[in-house]
């Protein structure tokens, strides 16, 4: 049977996100520089969301650039860039064939210049799409990110809107960049790493999370299929046993 057919449409998980990794040590496999990797990287990601948003996930979330990837070498780091320009000019289109939205959660505003400008043109384009959302983490850190967020909530306190003791988990999470979304369910990492570096930590604290040696360049549907599988056999207990989940 093929690998679609075992997924049970009726639970997928409503947001999946994936920390794509291992385009260096695939394009070393290769003999290649790992800009090779990067722009390999790009089918996975098209495979990806157009699997995802076949099935009907709601929110695909895809870690593209860490905060930290600053720290990388200045040519992969612009390399990195440009990559990211010309394959939103590329995609939008797609994206709009096939109702699918974009968002973007990070510290956008301080990407370079084109990229900001690609990535504002791609969200605007397709604002309208109602079929699936498509959220690019760049310049993205978790820690910034909660950081912001209370700093927003304190301001907003300072000003007298808001009380200490009015803030609970959803006015928090509201403050985050991921307002209004599901937490996912399930969170995939290639490349064989088992570490969140930085990732989603607050709304993957009940996420089912799924390793996979793969790098991420030869990720294909088929491997998306497979974690989904994985994640549909999984038995999520909130803190309860099991006898007391209802079937
Ligand atoms: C993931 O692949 C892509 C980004 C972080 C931008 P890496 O570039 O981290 O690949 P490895 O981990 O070095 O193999
Ligand atoms: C995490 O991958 C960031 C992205 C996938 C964009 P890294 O390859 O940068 O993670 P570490 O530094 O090895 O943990
Ligand atoms: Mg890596």
Same mark, same amino acid.
């Given at each position: 049977?093929?690998?679609?057919?075992?997924?049970?449409?009726?639970?997928?998980?409503?947001?999946?996100?994936?920390?794509?990794?291992?385009?260096?040590?695939?394009?070393?496999?290769?003999?290649?520089?790992?800009?090779?990797?990067?722009?390999?990287?790009?089918?996975?990601?098209?495979?990806?969301?157009?699997?995802?948003?076949?099935?009907?996930?709601?929110?695909? @979330?895809?870690?593209?650039?860490?905060? /930290?990837?600053?720290? $990388?070498?200045?040519? !992969?780091?612009?390399?990195?860039?440009? #990559? *990211?320009?010309?394959?939103?000019?590329?995609?939008?289109?797609?994206?709009?064939?096939?109702?699918?939205?974009?968002?973007?959660?990070?510290?956008?505003?301080?990407?370079?210049?084109?990229?900001?400008?690609?990535?504002?043109?791609?969200?605007?384009?397709?604002?309208?799409?109602?079929?699936?959302?498509?959220?690019?983490?760049?310049?993205?850190?978790?820690?910034?990110?909660?950081?912001?967020?209370?700093?927003?909530?304190?301001?907003?306190?300072?000003?007298?809107?808001?009380?200490?003791?009015?803030?609970?988990?959803?006015?928090?999470?509201?403050?985050?960049? @991921?307002?209004?979304?599901?937490?996912? /369910?399930?969170?995939? $990492?290639?490349?064989? !790493?088992?570490?969140?570096?930085?990732? #989603? *930590?607050?709304?993957?604290?009940?996420?089912?999370?799924?390793?996979?040696?793969?790098?991420?360049?030869?990720?294909?549907?088929?491997?998306?299929?497979?974690?989904?599988?994985?994640?549909?056999?999984?038995?999520?207990?909130?803190?309860?046993?099991?006898?007391?989940?209802?079937?």
């Amino acid at each position: 049977m093929d690998l679609k057919s075992q997924i049970n449409i009726e639970k997928l998980p409503r947001h999946i996100a994936i920390i794509m990794d291992g385009n260096g040590r695939w394009a070393k496999q290769h003999g290649k520089p790992r800009v090779f990797g990067h722009r390999n990287g790009v089918t996975a990601v098209r495979e990806t969301t157009e699997a995802a948003a076949e099935l009907g996930v709601e929110y695909l @979330t895809l870690y593209a650039f860490s905060t /930290e990837n600053w720290n $990388r070498p200045k040519l !992969e780091v612009s390399a990195l860039m440009r #990559l *990211l320009v010309d394959t939103l000019h590329k995609e939008i289109e797609t994206l709009n064939k096939n109702d699918i939205r974009l968002q973007a959660i990070g510290d956008i505003t301080k990407l370079p210049g084109s990229t900001y400008k690609a990535l504002l043109e791609g969200i605007e384009n397709t604002k309208d799409n109602k079929r699936m959302t498509l959220v690019l983490a760049l310049n993205y850190s978790s820690k910034w990110e909660i950081m912001e967020a209370s700093r927003r909530l304190a301001q907003q306190v300072e000003a007298g809107v808001l009380r200490p003791e009015e803030i609970d988990e959803e006015i928090f999470a509201g403050a985050l960049n @991921t307002s209004g979304m599901p937490d996912p /369910e399930l969170l995939i $990492r290639t490349s064989g !790493e088992t570490r969140l570096s930085n990732f #989603l *930590l607050w709304q993957v604290a009940y996420a089912e999370l799924y390793f996979t040696p793969i790098f991420w360049p030869d990720f294909r549907k088929e491997n998306f299929y497979t974690a989904i599988i994985d994640f549909q056999q999984r038995e999520r207990r909130f803190g309860k046993i099991s006898e007391q989940l209802v079937q």
